[in-house]
């Protein structure tokens, strides 16, 4: 079992910066994909990033990149999302979620469904 914790989130104006946090613990960490999905208000909830175990490989949905960062810190058990030049597309509650060490090589990557753990949400609100 792993738990995940999401912190960071807030309200910004539009073109600024939050980074997002999510502590692991629980089962051993290193070996998960982590990924990062949002839910706006009435919508599904959506895909933004993953990032394989070691850190070494990302990737985004195209309405992130070049804006957001994921990264892991697999000492700390954490994972991060900064994310810049927000805009008020990006406003929605923010979760962590852990699967399979390949699920990030695969095109399921981006499937809710494919992801055994998941936080509980933080809150990012993006004023225009």
């Known amino acids: 079992q792993v738990q995940l914790v999401e912190s960071g989130g807030g309200l910004v104006q539009a073109g600024g910066s939050l980074r997002l946090s999510c502590a692991a613990s629980?089962?051993?960490?290193?070996?998960?994909?982590m990924a990062w999905f949002r839910q706006a208000p009435g919508k599904e909830r959506d895909f933004v990033a993953a990032?394989?175990?070691?850190?070494?490989?990302?990737y985004y949905t195209d309405s992130v990149k070049g804006r957001f960062t994921i990264s892991r810190d697999t000492a700390k058990n954490m994972v991060t999302l900064q994310m810049n030049t927000l805009q008020s597309e990006d406003t929605a509650v923010y979760y962590c979620a852990a699967g399979s060490t390949s699920l990030v090589f695969t095109r399921e990557r981006e499937f809710r469904k494919a992801y055994d753990y998941w936080g509980q949400g933080t809150q990012v609100t993006v004023s225009s």
């Open positions: 990032i394989n175990y070691s850190g070494t490989y990302t």
């Open positions: 629980g089962r051993t960490f290193s070996g998960y994909t």
